[in-house]
């Protein structure tokens, strides 16, 4: 199957600190992505969707200029947690869609970000 | 929408045995369905899809089930295995221009027991 990677696998930065993720498709090219966000033992919540080129579209109750997404190209999205509080922190997830077909999202493996 | 906040559902088995999984959806537009199963401090991987045009649907050791009538999806493991332990999220997909956007329920937590 495809395969996305994400880096950090883990991050710990101190409040008020900007933490950027990043997430690569390493051997297919989507124009669609997502990124989600799951606290422990809870689901995973759409944070933002984004089209290669395109501003993100963010979810209801998602600040756009506490999450800056940037996708620049086909293989690479990039999340930007600006100004961390403890509160952000949290497993983050991205995901690439390619389309109706079977296995239509190929998901990141996740990066956990901890603010102390 | 689906019970964000709350702690997971469990759902222990004996290995060997059947597992059926629920998943109750919300939105009566949807119209493509995803299992979903996530190991701990992982993505969530794969398992099985359907469209809303069918009632079943037969993978390797799983079937889904689609009700749209009660907006139901059940996930059912054959022969239950401890690699099989995992949180399992169903996914409700909505058609957006060109594109599919996904909404997944709270997940269930299955424990096998050797």
């Known amino acids: 199957g495809a395969v996305v990677s994400q880096h950090p696998s883990r991050v710990i930065c101190k409040s008020g600190t900007s933490v950027k993720i990043e997430c690569r498709s390493l051997?297919?090219?989507?124009?669609?992505m997502f990124w989600y966000r799951q606290f422990p033992k809870q689901s995973l919540m759409l944070m933002a969707t984004?089209?290669?080129?395109?501003?993100?579209?963010?979810e209801q109750g998602v600040e756009k200029d506490k999450f800056l997404i940037n996708h620049a190209s086909l293989t690479l999205s990039t999340l930007t947690v600006t100004s961390a509080h403890p509160e952000d922190s949290s497993f983050y997830i991205c995901?690439?869609?390619?389309?109706?077909?079977?296995?239509?999202?190929?998901f990141g493996p996740g990066t956990r970000l901890l603010v102390l | 929408g689906e019970s964000v906040g709350l702690h997971l559902p469990t759902l222990s088995v004996q290995e060997g045995d059947n597992s059926i999984i629920n998943c109750a959806y919300s939105?009566?537009?949807?119209?493509?369905f995803i299992w979903y199963k996530q190991e701990s401090g992982k993505g969530p991987q794969f398992i099985i899809d359907?469209?809303?045009?069918?009632d079943k649907r037969q993978g390797q050791r799983v079937t889904v089930l689609l009700n749209k009538t009660v907006k139901h999806l059940s996930l059912q493991i054959a022969a239950t295995q401890p690699g099989d332990s995992a949180v399992y999220f169903c996914a409700e997909n909505i058609q957006s221009g060109g594109s599919y956007i996904p909404t997944f329920g709270r997940g269930t937590s299955l424990i096998v027991h050797p």
């Open positions: 984004s089209n290669e080129g395109s501003k993100a579209t963010y």
């Open positions: 051997d297919f090219q989507a124009t669609t």
């Open positions: 939105n009566s537009a949807s119209d493509y």
């Open positions: 995901s690439f869609f390619l389309g109706t077909t079977q296995e239509t999202q190929y």
């Open positions: 359907i469209r809303s045009n069918m």
